[in-house]
């Protein structure tokens, strides 16, 4: 197996000496570590290249975002596998020796794989992914039964800066849609549900950055009712989905149109609470094209905005039970 390693980074100097150093220490070493600089204006390409030298790779573009940063990685990546690593995220040193001995043990078919990762800087966040997403294994390896379901639960047990993927697996144009901006990596790896078997390596393997202090674009955007970009991300990943022809007339097919129609709920009651009245309006016709009435629309806000009071209310009955609380 030859392993080429895919760094994106966008003003994270100090982050992606930490994400390459973890790479350098690895127990398997790798045959390729490529740093993609996204447009930073921090100076990190030269920061790079004067730390490392002929060791790392820099490749830099214009600011275009993390899915056209991979691309670009993958287009340029020599090796037989791919793994992403994002630049504010380490691995442990057996990262990649584990998912070696996970893909030998478990023989072909398998064209990604993936372990359990921990995360750092919130003491609220004490369990691993895995625990957290409800995904138990007794065994060291093993392989994931049908992955799509855990995504549309959105329970999914992987992170993007966990994955080892079949270079070959990884075709333009269909790779990370840099069209979108949040959900691509799950984009994408729902996709590579239906073209490969996937693995795991039970064993937590990744520290994932989540600290709340820490600058990210993403989680701003998460956070704010009034970007539209989410909403329209959302449902152009969804409509892809039901494009599929392994979707279509399947199992799966109720629970993506159930996803868009929650993403359109959502949609419409930011814009209501901002008194965006118009655009408001435009959202209600779309759920009108899912099959929804004027009656059940009303209804269902109606419902929605009785339990987000309930349950702002059990918060505060919770606040004033236990003051100390935060």
């Keep these: 197996m030859t392993v080429s390693v895919l760094i994106p980074t966008y003003n994270r100097q100090a982050h992606v000496v930490r994400a390459v150093d973890s790479v350098l220490a690895q127990t398997a070493p790798v045959d390729e570590i490529i740093v993609i600089d996204d447009g930073s204006t921090d100076g990190t390409s030269e920061a790079i290249r004067r730390q490392y030298g002929p060791r790392v790779r820099v490749l830099q573009q214009e600011n275009q975002g993390v899915s056209a940063a991979r691309n670009y990685g993958i287009r340029e990546a020599r090796g037989e596998w791919i793994a992403f690593l994002d630049s504010d995220d380490f691995w442990l040193p057996t990262k990649i020796e584990r998912q070696v001995e996970a893909l030998t043990a478990l023989g072909g078919g398998f064209g990604l794989c993936f372990t359990d990762n921990i995360f750092s800087g919130n003491s609220d966040l004490r369990q691993s992914m895995f625990q957290e997403n409800g995904f138990s294994c007794v065994s060291?390896?093993?392989?994931l039964e049908e992955p799509a379901t855990y995504?549309?639960?959105?329970?999914?047990?992987?992170?993007?800066?966990s994955l080892l993927v079949l270079r070959a697996l990884l075709r333009e144009p269909d790779n990370f849609d840099d069209a979108v901006v949040m959900r691509e990596d799950t984009d994408l790896i729902f996709r590579l549900c239906f073209r490969t078997h996937f693995c795991f390596a039970s064993e937590s393997l990744v520290v994932v950055d989540r600290a709340p202090s820490r600058k990210d674009g993403l989680s701003d955007l998460m956070n704010s009712s009034r970007d539209d970009r989410k909403y329209d991300s959302l449902i152009r990943v969804y409509n892809k989905w039901l494009a599929l022809p392994e979707v279509a007339r399947s199992a799966y097919e109720d629970r993506v149109r159930e996803l868009i129609r929650e993403v359109y709920y959502d949609s419409v009651e930011a814009k209501i609470h901002e008194l965006r009245i118009g655009p408001a309006l435009r959202e209600i016709g779309r759920l009108r094209s899912t099959g929804e009435t004027h009656a059940s629309i009303v209804s269902t806000l109606f419902s929605r905005k009785v339990a987000k009071m309930r349950h702002r209310l059990a918060g505060a009955d919770r606040t004033i039970m236990h003051p100390d609380a935060r």
């Design 151 to 161: 995504i549309l639960a959105e329970r999914e047990p992987f992170y993007t800066s």
């Design 140 to 143: 060291k390896f093993g392989q």
